[in-house]
């Protein structure tokens, strides 16, 4: 389903942190959503006590959807949409519709 997987380079092309890149640190299949690291970053509240944490507000990632976000290439040097392929030994990989470059070595 989702052509996302954790550690690939993506692009922000919506909402607030559009043009910014990062690296996915989770997918939620579920919910068609991804965690990408430090970007869109919410503030929560913590209280003090509980975990040791003197409390205050903490930046923290919140997901986002995947049409949020697209693959990175660097060889293109921008987000570009993915293909997939089946290789010799049956494994899929994504690539790079602009380049052909493999996403999946
Ligand atoms: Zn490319």
Redesign the pocket.
Known sequence: MLQLKKDDKVMVIGGKDKGKSGKIKRVIHAKERVVVEKLNLVKKHTKPGMDQTQGGIIEKEASIHRSNVMLF?D??DKP?RCGVRKMGDNRTVRY?K??E?LFDK
């Open positions: 290439c060889k293109c570009v790079c602009q380049c470059e």
